[in-house]
T-cell receptor
Framework: AQKVTQVQTEISVVEKEDVTLDCVYETRDTTYYLFWYKQPPSGELVFLIRRNSFDEQNEISGRYSWNFQKSTSSFNFTITASQVVDSAVYFCALSQAGSARQLTFGSGTQLTVLP | EPEVTQTPSHQVTQMGQEVILRCVPISNHLYFYWYRQILGQKVEFLVSFYNNEISEKSEIFDDQFSVERPDGSNFTLKIRSTKLEDSAMYFC????????????FGSGTRLTVV
């Protein structure tokens, strides 16, 4: 069985602060995929990143960066110089490498960036 | 950029009524999904659909639920006799075949059962 844990339910930061959202996962598969999605107040799910289990290189995209550590089963997400528009719920998710490959989501972290 | 389209964006229905949620996946995608998000909770998998049949379903997807791809473009979720606890946001997603392809989610249908 797969499981994704996001222990931080809510985080508040002041604009321009850096913030890291934690994600820990459990799976018995050797090949799997990890995702982060953003859900703004409007409700849609916005794809941020997908990593496969064989690629442990950290990734940076603008103010966003992701740290994948297989040894600790973690896939953490950092926003540098946060902005008010970053306020949203962020979900980490995991999928198997099989054909159907449904996503297992964490419970999400509500990030509030204060001006 | 191709989109997954869901209609309606919001539906209110009376308890016990049947409701059909509609989705138009991206045209060259082969895998289709429905997910549910009860307000303030996490997104939960309901069902996946491939080659005109269900490939996986969760415990939530009981006999009250059914899915169909009636015409090669639409992908529908039917709830036969709605209950109050069916109130949630329902997301449709689709995915191309192939390991390197990710999911595209629709913007969701908010179902309110009264």
């Amino acid at each position: 069985a797969q499981k994704v844990t996001q222990v931080q339910t809510e985080i508040s930061v002041v604009e321009k602060e850096d913030v890291t959202l934690d994600c820990v996962y459990e799976t018995r598969d050797t090949t799997y995929y990890l995702f982060w999605y953003k859900q703004p107040p409007s409700g849609e799910l916005v794809f941020l990143i997908r990593r496969n289990s064989f690629d442990e290189q950290n990734e940076i995209s603008g103010r966003y960066s992701w740290n994948f550590q297989k040894s600790t089963s973690s896939f953490n997400f950092t926003i540098t110089a946060s902005q008010v528009v970053d306020s949203a719920v962020y979900f980490c998710a995991l999928s198997q490498a099989g054909s159907a490959r449904q996503l297992t989501f964490g419970s999400g972290t509500q990030l509030t960036v204060l001006p | 950029e191709p989109e997954v389209t869901q209609t309606p964006s919001h539906q209110v229905t009376q308890m016990g009524q049947e409701v059909i949620l509609r989705c138009v996946p991206i045209s060259n995608h082969l895998y289709f999904y429905w997910y549910r998000q009860i307000l303030g909770q996490k997104v939960e998998f309901l069902v996946s659909f491939y080659n005109n049949e269900i490939s996986e379903k969760s415990e939530i997807f009981d006999d009250q639920f059914s899915v169909e791809r009636p015409d090669g473009s639409n992908f529908t979720l039917k709830i036969r006799s709605t209950k109050l606890e069916d109130s949630a946001m329902y997301f449709c997603a689709s995915r191309h075949e192939g390991a390197s392809y990710g999911y595209t989610f629709g913007s969701g249908t908010r179902l309110t059962v009264v």
